[in-house]
DNA sequence: GAGGCCGATGTAATCGTTTTCAATAACAGC
DNA sequence: GCTGTTATTGAAAACGATTACATCGGCCTC
């Protein structure tokens, strides 16, 4: 009969079963799991009954009985972001080597997927939150009370209710300007993604530092899409060539439009940086490689993770201190994107 | 004083305090959350009951009590690749729409952490597991008894115990030699990682194909990284140099080996497709943009994911059924970079 | 009109741990 | 030798839900 084939793990080993193999109780059993104080003799006892009978401990009653869900939630927009991939890579180590579990979320900047992942959050109590929220989540948020710390990434935090950790976006972008303006660059055009509210701060080191040198700035603002930017990128050109004032130089606000301004680039025709100079966020690998390489903002981004958890730990520890916001700077990773002055 | 700022939420409130708050029993409340058979009046009661008190669920105490997880857990080598990136992107969709949670766990291919993530998952008491494993860990696999199901990807399944959804690798490189063949190729090396069986089988095909056009296959083995790609590609295009036996394209087996080489030929000032040819594995938006364009395979990474996921329910379903290996294939998108006819 | 059945509801047992509390033993101080 | 303190241990309560079982009307059937 098939039934035979059913023959290992008829039932679960519990706490129990460990303790009636030792002959002792089950709250010797549990003392032992946590280190707590128990004879030596018992002790080992225990230890040889938990390897005999393979007891693995059921962590959601642990969970329950314990009040602490050793759990902290991380939601992003989409984990296929670079930015994102190598921020929870950090988060899940620094998680894991504490012993917690990491819970992952995609939002695709959806203001419903963010209030139903928060929900989920509250059932699954847990520890801490790693969040970066849509601007219209990030309004909503100090209303709800939530009975977890949470540390915004990414995002800028705008009172002051929660820690965070940002990239200084406005001296990353004049750390661009400058770099463009070194290499000779005058007419600098900025392409920057419209959802976001690291776009807009990035937007603001822009003029700023073109101001500071005297210079016009031409900005446009687009969905972050490589389509999006490199449809604007091709009729914003063609626009600029009728009227005589084509720009030299274009920088843009994260790495999707980055691509996009490249692949119209090569649709147009035009070589870089002869024709037009192009500098971005996010050093991912391959911006090393197409044509002259392309010169990028680096972000620290396994810092960022880092921080993230480091934050969220110490508020843990004190809830009652207060908020912070770490800033951290990017560098100017300079290649030959921007390299025959204009 | 200072405790005045500990205003909200002194206690937690439980299906009780819903209870008592609706004027019902705590069972009535848990059967209008699961949908059970109840009247309309106390429904509307429960539900009003429910708004009132911000009532939210305990996943830990339902999970415990229903013994059921909901939970599945998701064990790769390293999220920033971005093979499993788009797999695990694939995987959370399929599992929160289902209801379910995802536990993201990585290896960086150590066995040692796989035997510690493994043990972590039956604590999880996780539904079923997405794993990639390393060959060591797949060949323990069989011995050890789970009480999940269990889902391969990515790495090849030996005997069959376990479910599995892989690319048809011998297919996929045997694609890229005909591309090159065709496009007039015929000294055609091959660089392969050494860590995985997805290398061995890619160099399988790599080597029947060569065979089936009459050509002699060369083929090299590095570990995946881009920085041993490029010493080793350096090295043998210096010694094939001097032996006067150039080859005129180059295959490899994953985009790590990919960037190594591209590279490789910047810095010994080679161009593409002209000096030598090149085709990776994995259609990654920047392959489109370096050089002439690269040609690659391009994975069905979502569908991967999806197939897992299915398998897995499938597997949930019935226990019994036989076990199933998912084979998926890879197209060739054709660029530049292997553009020129030798 | 009595018996049987069915659907809605409540009571209490249960899931597998941790943790409180009491009990015991050992040991020191006087 | 008696008492107070401390270190181990066990018995039982709790954690917050689900669910088996009992109960209670109402309704149908004969």
Redesign the interface.
């Known amino acids: 009969m098939?039934d035979s084939?059913k023959a290992?793990?008829i039932k679960?080993v519990g706490i129990k079963d460990v303790a009636r193999e030792a002959g002792v109780s089950v709250a010797t059993v549990s003392r032992v799991l946590s280190n707590g104080p128990v004879s030596d003799a018992l002790r080992a006892r225990v230890e040889d009954a938990v390897r005999a009978t393979g007891y693995?401990?059921?962590?959601?009653?642990r969970?329950?009985r314990s009040q602490h869900?050793q759990t902290i939630g991380l939601i992003v927009s989409?984990?296929?972001n670079p930015f994102f991939?190598?921020v929870?890579?950090a988060v899940?180590?620094a998680a894991?080597q504490a012993g917690m579990?990491?819970?992952?979320?995609?939002t695709d900047e959806n203001p419903e997927r963010e209030a139903m992942y928060l929900?989920?959050m509250?059932?699954?109590?847990v520890t801490g939150l790693i969040f970066a929220p849509t601007r219209a989540t990030l309004a909503q948020l100090d209303r709800a009370?939530l009975?977890f710390p949470v540390v915004l990434i990414d995002r800028s935090a705008p009172a002051g209710r929660f820690d965070s950790v940002v990239l200084d976006n406005p001296q990353a972008a004049a750390l661009l300007v400058d770099h463009l303006h070194a290499q000779g660059y005058r007419r600098i055009a900025g392409l920057f993604g419209n959802t976001s509210t690291t776009a807009v701060e990035r937007h603001a080191g822009y003029q700023a530092a073109l101001a500071a040198h005297g210079l016009h700035a031409e900005a446009r603002f687009v969905p972050p899409t490589?389509e999006a930017a490199e449809a604007e990128i091709a009729r914003w050109l063609a626009e600029a060539r009728r009227s005589g004032a084509m720009p030299d130089a274009v920088m843009v606000s994260n790495s999707l439009l980055l691509?996009g301004v490249?692949?119209a680039t090569?649709t147009l025709g035009l070589t870089i940086p002869g024709d037009l100079a192009v500098a971005g966020f996010d050093n991912?690998?391959?911006t090393?490689?197409?044509?002259p390489g392309l010169t990028v903002i680096e972000q620290p981004v396994h810092e960022i993770g880092r921080a993230a958890m480091t934050l969220l730990f110490e508020r843990l520890d004190d809830p009652?201190r207060a908020t912070r916001k770490v800033v951290l700077s990017g560098t100017c990773v300079a290649r030959g994107s921007t390299g025959g002055g204009g």
Chains 1, 2 share one sequence.
């Open positions: 098939s084939v290992t793990g679960a693995r401990p059921n962590l959601s009653a969970r329950l869900s989409d984990i296929r991939t190598a929870s890579r899940e180590d894991f579990r990491v819970i992952l979320c995609n929900r989920l509250q059932e699954e109590r009370d009975d490589a691509m490249v692949k090569r991912e690998p391959w090393e490689l197409v044509g009652e």
